[in-house]
């Protein structure tokens, strides 16, 4: 007895069989492969019939902001590989890794007399602000210039022992001599000044008795004047 079978498929019908596209035949008993397999089953389209192009390939690497992402195993888009690094610029796209911070946020240092920062994306350190007088007025800790002590080649006297300025400005050293009188130490120059007199050396300025006096600078007056100058 002659008998109809039921269609597998109408005309024109696609499908996948796992990566593999296919057409219902011509005969609509079964099914052709159509074309070459796709790259994965999921990029096999069952709607069309037809593969989709791969998003990435396999084991590629890439960083979105922070976080490394891997190629997933459909090939249809990344997924996070790992934690997310601590910035941005610390994620490597090529290896898929983070390198690790070359400083904190707020870290400071001094390089040279250059006070400097963490930068944002904490691959380094930027300079903030001008550069400190000396490298020892830079401080590497609050990345700010101390004010400096002095100026350079500034001189000064403390008492009888004349000082200049160091070279890092941070405050005076003594110039290795001591004046005879702290009156006879000039400030200015951060020399010592010849004594203009001893100190018993006496004199007449006319009729007025004069010594010698304590800074050994000069003569001031001794008691009353005399009657006359002889």
């Known amino acids: 007895m002659?008998?109809?079978?039921?269609?597998?498929?109408a005309v024109g019908d696609v499908r996948c069989l796992s990566n593999q596209p296919q057409t219902c035949n011509a005969n609509r008993n079964g099914w052709d492969n159509t074309?070459?397999?796709?790259?994965?089953?999921?990029?096999?389209?069952?709607?069309?019939?037809?593969?989709?192009?791969?998003?990435?390939?396999?084991?590629?690497?890439r960083c979105n902001g922070a976080?490394?992402?891997?190629?997933?195993?459909?090939?249809?888009g990344f997924v996070n590989s790992g934690s997310a690094c601590a910035t941005a610029a610390l994620c490597n796209a090529t290896t898929g890794a983070c390198t690790a911070p070359a400083c904190a946020v707020?870290?400071?240092?001094?390089?040279g007399a250059q006070p400097q920062v963490c930068n944002s994306d904490r691959t380094g350190f930027t300079n903030m602000g001008t550069l400190c007088a000396s490298v020892a007025l830079c401080n590497a800790t609050t990345g700010t210039c101390t004010d400096p002590s002095c100026q350079p080649n500034q001189t000064r006297c403390v008492a009888?022992?004349?000082?200049?300025?160091?070279?890092d400005l941070t405050g005076f050293q003594d110039l290795g001599m001591t004046c005879v009188t702290a009156g006879l130490c000039d400030p200015t120059t951060g020399s010592c000044n010849t004594p203009a007199c001893a100190a018993?050396?006496?004199?007449?300025?006319?009729?007025?008795p004069q010594v010698c006096n304590a800074d050994r600078t000069g003569f001031q007056n001794s008691g009353a004047a005399c009657a006359t100058a002889a």
């Open 106 to 111: 707020g870290d400071h240092r001094c390089n």
């Open 200 to 208: 018993t050396d006496t004199r007449c300025n006319g009729a007025q």
């Open 35 to 61: 074309g070459s397999a796709c790259a994965t089953a999921a990029l096999c389209s069952a709607t069309t019939g037809k593969c989709t192009a791969p998003t990435c390939a396999v084991g590629e690497m």
């Open 160 to 167: 009888a022992q004349p000082q200049i300025c160091k070279g």
């Open 67 to 76: 976080q490394p992402q891997v190629c997933n195993s459909d090939r249809t």
């Open 2 to 9: 002659n008998r109809c079978d039921t269609p597998t498929c």
